[in-house]
């Protein structure tokens, strides 16, 4: 089985009614690299194809029904994002933990895992967590636990808890996601380069229809943000970042086992080889472009590091309200502490990881962390 750029945008228009195509061209390159790459390879199973294409799908149709809210509600398009707080670092340092607290704030404003795909029409006021698509999101939970046993021990998101905005950019096909959940080398390489302008855009306009309903001060979550911080400003001149800090050989490590745990779509085990031969710079570059940010703009951008955080979550996140200049009130305390409670850490199991389960020593990688550690010394 194939698919081709105009079977899935077919299907996008026969599930949207008709809405007319995404209003910008821009989604085109990103999805055409990716098909270009999965033929090359060709070793997607046929279960596999069908994933694909109903993730594809999916960010065409989300897409399509952006633009349209838009355009029936010309003034949504000028309502400001003020003040926006982005949480990023390299995967596996804490940016989970930490945006499901800040979550628990009602002052707070998440983005949903129910609601990445199903922003039109937004939910009414109040019902983020009553909403039907998201109880029948929440359904699928269950079967998650139960069937991906080994990827829920690393990461697990629950359908109404916050979800990384690697959903929004991927409806512009600018997602690092598209590129970690298979083998497709050549889109990431490009996704590390090309110009995020269109997805951000897109990003931001999924955020002003979600507010009209349930506003609150934006919190928001995609460690690969990292990559595109200099975007990241661009697009949110006012935002606050908050970034995440932990030692990157032990995240390294993390994140190759949970990658390679979560990896679908083929029978042919070449992900391990994919994995070595490009993960390794993608993250690498998750510290050196934030690192250069942060010299140049000190006093948007907050510190936290992995250690201090497990080691006293409540201390460190007032720290953080003090930073924004935000207030600290009982129901925010209450909320999370709630949350902690409930989510003690290996919850859903422990995960384990190491290096020389990939063949690695610390010497080997080395060179992508040299100029960040002598920044942020967290190795151990």
């Not at 309502?79 to 607290?101: D, Q």
């Not at 955080?309 to 953080?320: E, F, H």
């Not at 209450?334 to 610390?362: F, I, R, T, V």
Request: proline share 7%.
């Amino acid at each position: 089985m194939t698919l081709t750029l105009e079977d899935i945008l077919d299907v996008a228009r026969q599930k949207t009614s008709g809405l007319p195509d995404p209003e910008t061209d821009s989604w085109r390159e990103g999805l055409e690299i990716l098909l270009r790459d999965h033929a090359a390879a060709n070793r997607v199973t046929e279960r596999g194809w069908q994933t694909l294409r109903g993730r594809y799908v999916d960010c065409l149709t989300t897409r399509m029904a952006v633009d349209e809210f838009h355009r029936a509600n010309p003034a949504v398009t000028a309502s400001r994002i003020e003040r926006p707080v982005f949480i990023l670092g390299m995967p596996r340092t804490g940016t989970t933990m930490l945006s499901y607290l800040l979550e628990t704030d009602p002052a707070n404003r998440s983005l949903l895992r129910w609601e990445a795909y199903n922003i039109v029409p937004p939910a009414a006021p109040g019902t983020l967590r009553t909403d039907p698509r998201c109880i029948a999101e929440k359904a699928k939970d269950e079967m998650i636990l139960k069937h991906a046993a080994k990827v829920a021990a690393a990461h697990f998101e629950p359908g109404d808890g916050p979800t990384e905005c690697v959903h929004l950019v991927a409806q512009d096909f600018r997602s690092l996601m598209l590129a970690v959940t298979n083998t497709t080398p050549t889109y990431h390489d490009w996704i590390l380069f090309t110009d995020m302008a269109s997805a951000f855009e897109h990003r931001k306009r999924a955020m002003q229809v979600l507010q009209t309903t349930n506003p609150g001060r934006w919190v928001m979550k995609m460690p690969s943000d990292s990559l595109f911080i200099r975007q990241l400003f661009k697009t949110f001149p006012d935002a606050r970042v908050i970034w995440t800090h932990r030692d990157p050989y032990a995240a390294f490590a993390s994140s190759f086992n949970m990658r390679a745990g979560s990896r679908p779509f083929s029978e042919i085990d070449e992900n391990r080889e994919y994995m070595k031969q490009r993960f390794p710079l993608q993250l690498g570059l998750h510290l050196s472009r934030p690192l250069e940010v942060a010299a140049e703009r000190p006093d948007d951008i907050y510190h936290l590091y992995y250690s201090d955080m497990v080691a006293d979550p409540l201390g460190q996140v007032r720290k953080i309200y003090d930073w924004l200049g935000d207030e600290w009130t009982p129901q925010a305390e209450a909320g999370m502490q709630g949350w902690l409670d409930e989510n003690p850490q290996n919850k859903h199991g422990k995960h384990s990881y190491s290096l020389e389960d990939w063949g690695w020593s610390k010497s080997d990688i080395e060179p992508y962390f040299s100029d960040y550690l002598r920044v942020h010394p967290v190795a151990r």
